[in-house]
């Protein structure tokens, strides 16, 4: 975590995940964090070093019991504390998807707004080196789907930490997806308690051709896409959505309207992804300005499968994005 | 010995008036959804009310429960008012949960009721994590966690009391043991017949109490609750009692026979507590009879209040998604 100079640090995302808990922790004492293996700093080393500043009453290993993880989330948010549940992988939250869609989800409204519940889920989502069908997934759908749940989704260090450090504050419960391929990926990180509020998306690259929508690992595929399309004089405007829900539908719209032709960009499932969701919003409000139909880019109709080339040919990645562009584009 | 033994009389009587107020409600309650005057569904705690008052007695207004599906019982012996209660069933502005929850989904935080839940088992972990919280917090306060024989299958339950006990937090988990499952009785479903045998695989007390009986509804509780302040850690008591409605009001039961529910009845538990007042000289006839007519006046209130208030306005129904949108 070398100080480079007075404005920025660099540090990999995880680190700067760690550093947002850190500074969460340090500020509110109501701040703990709850999961499997985080005295030993996480399976990515999301955690590491907090044990040693905060101590086990603060930083508690969880059994493997994802049900019990995420109710004594949800019963410690309700009565007083800021809980952060850790689950390693995003399909371990499958056996707290009560705790999850029917308690922290529900309770404030289902009681009529008596309580809040300031609770945060990190899970570890997407692909990575083969690891098959029950630890690649990307089920950020099935989270986006339930109101009463907050979903962000960041892709580089400094939207890491400032994300999580705004889903800690937050008084509602805030899912927070780390994909697995960018957990070591370093990068720059303002100085201070850098902070960035939900509901706010980023132009990455502005452009007058197209607009490319995506999140999560796909905007780092992306960004890679997009300098090929320059290559090939197309003008790509990139917004990075980082939080789901809420969802900043006013930055993608006024970027729409200008370029006429969108590309909506994720890992996880095309058919009822969440980008069918930013798809259909933009056709009900922006209709007339479209000059192509919109296309989407997401993994193809499967369990992710093990073997390398299987697995490449399910999940989409910067040529799909390329070949997406160029389809919106009328250039194939 | 007196059945009341250390108890005073003064909680005695208190718990044989939350009792009568249970009744009271529920009966009512029961008329009303046959009336066709209550949306949805409504589980009845008819036949169980000593497990809630006893239970309830035995803890502070800070402390916390979690309940059920059939949670009525509970919310009035933890001290919620019967008129907030009775408009949430109707779903009405002035419910307990403004008409978002209704009976399956009773609360009221001011008074440690964190809810009524319609998930089996579904409230333990909650217990749990707010034992955690009051440890955290340095505030003395438990939690109990209510249930059913059901319950006591779901993973949850597991989970809760491994997750508990490790860390010996203040917590009671209380199966109230009505001997069905939904339709299912439990001989049918569950590997063992005495439910707190389940406590061992997890180095915790477990108790088998007459449910029945308010006088050891409370003492258990009691015992369990001062363990669990004084960091002890996590009680299962089994608290045998018997649903005397269906599932459901409405059900047809089916599954057992009407004879079996009358030979029940003779363990009616407000009947046998008001022998034991009577016997011991804690209560006339005519006290007894004001207990039930009060209660009767302040359900008459909480049906008219209900019956009277507002029902929500639709442009309000997307309130409290969110605390704040963003």
Same mark, same amino acid.
Request: glycine share 12%.
């Given at each position: 975590?070398?100080?480079?100079?007075?404005?920025?640090?660099?540090?990999?995302?995880?680190?700067?995940?760690?550093?947002?808990?850190?500074?969460?922790?340090?500020?509110?004492?109501?701040?703990?964090?709850? @999961?499997?293996?985080?005295?030993?700093?996480? &399976?990515?080393?999301?955690? $590491? #070093? =907090? !044990?040693?500043?905060?101590?086990? *009453?603060?930083?508690?290993?969880?059994?493997?019991?994802?049900?019990?993880?995420?109710?004594?989330?949800?019963?410690?948010?309700?009565?007083?504390?800021?809980?952060?549940?850790?689950?390693?992988?995003?399909?371990?939250?499958?056996?707290?998807?009560?705790?999850?869609?029917?308690?922290?989800?529900?309770?404030?409204?289902?009681?009529?707004?008596?309580?809040?519940?300031?609770?945060?889920?990190?899970?570890?989502?997407?692909?990575?080196?083969?690891?098959?069908?029950?630890?690649?997934?990307?089920?950020?759908?099935?989270?986006?789907?339930?109101? @009463?749940?907050?979903?962000?989704?960041?892709? &580089?260090?400094?939207?890491? $930490? #400032? =994300? !999580?450090?705004?889903?800690?504050? *937050?008084?509602?419960?805030?899912?927070?997806?780390?994909?697995?391929?960018?957990?070591?990926?370093?990068?720059?990180?303002?100085?201070?308690?850098?902070?960035?509020?939900?509901?706010?998306?980023?132009?990455?690259?502005?452009?007058?051709?197209?607009?490319?929508?995506?999140?999560?690992?796909?905007?780092?595929?992306?960004?890679?896409?997009?300098?090929?399309?320059?290559?090939?004089?197309?003008?790509?405007?990139?917004?990075?959505?980082?939080?789901?829900?809420?969802?900043?539908?006013?930055?993608?719209?006024?970027?729409?309207?200008?370029?006429?032709?969108?590309?909506?960009?994720?890992?996880?499932?095309?058919?009822?992804?969440? #980008?069918?969701?930013?798809?259909?919003?933009?056709?009900?409000?922006?209709?007339?300005?479209?000059?192509?139909?919109?296309?989407?880019?997401?993994?193809?109709?499967?369990?992710?499968?093990?073997?390398?080339?299987?697995?490449?040919?399910?999940?989409?990645?910067?040529?799909?994005?390329?070949?997406?562009?160029?389809?919106?584009?009328?250039?194939? | 010995?007196?059945?009341?033994?250390?108890?005073?009389?003064?909680?005695?009587?208190?718990?044989?008036?939350?009792?009568?107020?249970?009744?009271?409600?529920?009966?009512?309650?029961?008329?009303?959804?046959?009336?066709?005057?209550?949306?949805?569904?409504?589980?009845?705690?008819?036949?169980?009310?000593?497990?809630?008052?006893?239970?309830?007695?035995?803890?502070?207004?800070?402390?916390?429960?979690?309940?059920?599906?059939?949670?009525?019982?509970?919310?009035?012996?933890?001290?919620?008012?019967?008129?907030?209660?009775?408009?949430?069933?109707?779903?009405?502005?002035?419910?307990?949960?403004?008409?978002?929850?209704?009976?399956?989904?009773?609360?009221?935080?001011?008074?440690?009721?964190?809810?009524?839940?319609?998930?089996?088992?579904?409230?333990?972990?909650?217990?749990?994590?707010?034992?955690?919280?009051?440890?955290?917090?340095?505030?003395?306060?438990?939690?109990?966690?209510?249930?059913?024989?059901?319950?006591?299958?779901?993973?949850?339950?597991?989970?809760?009391?491994?997750?508990?006990?490790?860390?010996?937090?203040?917590?009671?988990?209380?199966?109230?043991?009505?001997?069905?499952?939904?339709?299912?009785?439990?001989?049918?479903?569950?590997?063992?017949?005495?439910?707190?045998?389940?406590?061992?695989?997890?180095?915790?007390?477990?108790?088998?109490?007459?449910?029945?009986?308010?006088?050891?509804?409370?003492?258990?509780?009691?015992?369990?609750?001062?363990?669990?302040?004084?960091?002890?850690?996590?009680?299962?008591?089994?608290?045998?009692?018997?649903?005397?409605?269906?599932?459901?009001?409405?059900?047809?039961?089916?599954?057992?026979?009407?004879?079996?529910?009358?030979?029940?009845?003779?363990?009616?538990?407000?009947?046998?507590?008001?022998?034991?007042?009577?016997?011991?000289?804690?209560?006339?006839?005519?006290?007894?009879?004001?207990?039930?007519?009060?209660?009767?006046?302040?359900?008459?209130?909480?049906?008219?209040?209900?019956?009277?208030?507002?029902?929500?306005?639709?442009?309000?129904?997307?309130?409290?998604?969110?605390?704040?949108?963003?």
């Amino acid at each position: 975590m070398a100080q480079r100079d007075g404005t920025t640090r660099r540090m990999s995302f995880g680190q700067a995940t760690v550093d947002a808990m850190r500074s969460a922790m340090r500020e509110d004492d109501r701040v703990v964090v709850l @999961g499997e293996d985080i005295s030993w700093g996480g &399976n990515f080393g999301q955690f $590491r #070093g =907090l !044990l040693d500043e905060f101590g086990p *009453d603060r930083v508690i290993d969880m059994p493997i019991s994802e049900a019990i993880i995420m109710a004594v989330g949800v019963g410690a948010a309700v009565t007083g504390m800021r809980p952060v549940a850790s689950m390693s992988f995003v399909e371990f939250t499958l056996g707290a998807m009560d705790e999850i869609v029917n308690q922290a989800a529900k309770f404030r409204y289902m009681f009529g707004g008596q309580v809040s519940v300031p609770l945060v889920l990190r899970a570890s989502d997407g692909v990575l080196r083969s690891s098959a069908g029950q630890h690649s997934s990307s089920l950020e759908g099935l989270f986006t789907h339930l109101p @009463g749940l907050k979903v962000v989704a960041p892709s &580089n260090p400094a939207d890491a $930490r #400032g =994300l !999580l450090r705004a889903a800690i504050a *937050d008084d509602d419960p805030v899912v927070y997806l780390e994909n697995k391929r960018i957990t070591a990926k370093r990068g720059p990180v303002p100085a201070g308690d850098h902070v960035v509020p939900l509901g706010s998306a980023a132009v990455r690259r502005t452009g007058s051709d197209l607009t490319i929508v995506t999140y999560s690992v796909m905007a780092l595929h992306a960004e890679k896409a997009c300098a090929r399309l320059a290559g090939m004089g197309i003008d790509t405007e990139l917004i990075e959505l980082r939080s789901l829900v809420p969802l900043d539908l006013d930055t993608v719209l006024s970027s729409v309207v200008r370029t006429g032709r969108v590309v909506v960009a994720h890992e996880a499932w095309e058919f009822g992804g969440f #980008g069918a969701e930013v798809v259909a919003a933009i056709t009900g409000q922006a209709f007339d300005r479209l000059r192509a139909a919109p296309v989407r880019v997401g993994a193809a109709q499967a369990p992710i499968p093990f073997s390398p080339p299987l697995e490449r040919a399910v999940v989409p990645g910067e040529d799909e994005i390329v070949a997406a562009a160029r389809e919106v584009m009328g250039l194939c | 010995m007196r059945l009341t033994g250390t108890m005073s009389p003064g909680l005695s009587l208190g718990i044989h008036r939350t009792m009568v107020r249970i009744r009271v409600f529920e009966s009512r309650v029961e008329e009303l959804f046959k009336a066709g005057k209550l949306p949805g569904f409504v589980h009845t705690y008819i036949g169980q009310e000593a497990v809630a008052a006893g239970v309830c007695a035995a803890l502070n207004r800070d402390d916390y429960i979690t309940s059920t599906h059939r949670g009525h019982g509970h919310a009035i012996a933890k001290g919620m008012e019967l008129g907030p209660i009775m408009a949430e069933l109707y779903g009405k502005a002035t419910g307990a949960c403004r008409g978002r929850g209704g009976s399956m989904h009773v609360a009221d935080f001011s008074v440690g009721m964190l809810g009524a839940n319609g998930i089996v088992a579904g409230g333990l972990g909650i217990a749990t994590g707010a034992a955690l919280s009051a440890r955290y917090r340095g505030t003395g306060q438990v939690a109990v966690g209510f249930f059913g024989d059901g319950g006591i299958n779901k993973g949850t339950f597991h989970e809760a009391l491994n997750f508990a006990a490790t860390h010996r937090l203040g917590v009671v988990f209380v199966c109230e043991n009505n001997q069905y499952a939904q339709f299912t009785s439990r001989l049918r479903t569950t590997s063992v017949e005495d439910l707190s045998v389940r406590a061992a695989a997890y180095g915790i007390p477990g108790i088998t109490v007459d449910g029945n009986d308010p006088a050891a509804t409370y003492r258990q509780t009691l015992e369990a609750v001062a363990r669990a302040r004084e960091g002890g850690g996590p009680t299962l008591l089994n608290m045998e009692t018997y649903r005397f409605g269906g599932h459901y009001v409405g059900d047809a039961e089916v599954y057992r026979a009407s004879a079996e529910v009358e030979a029940r009845r003779e363990e009616d538990p407000i009947l046998r507590w008001e022998r034991t007042l009577t016997n011991e000289g804690l209560m006339a006839a005519g006290a007894r009879d004001a207990v039930w007519a009060e209660a009767g006046e302040e359900v008459s209130a909480a049906v008219s209040f209900a019956e009277e208030s507002p029902y929500p306005e639709g442009g309000t129904a997307l309130e409290n998604v969110f605390t704040r949108i963003r």
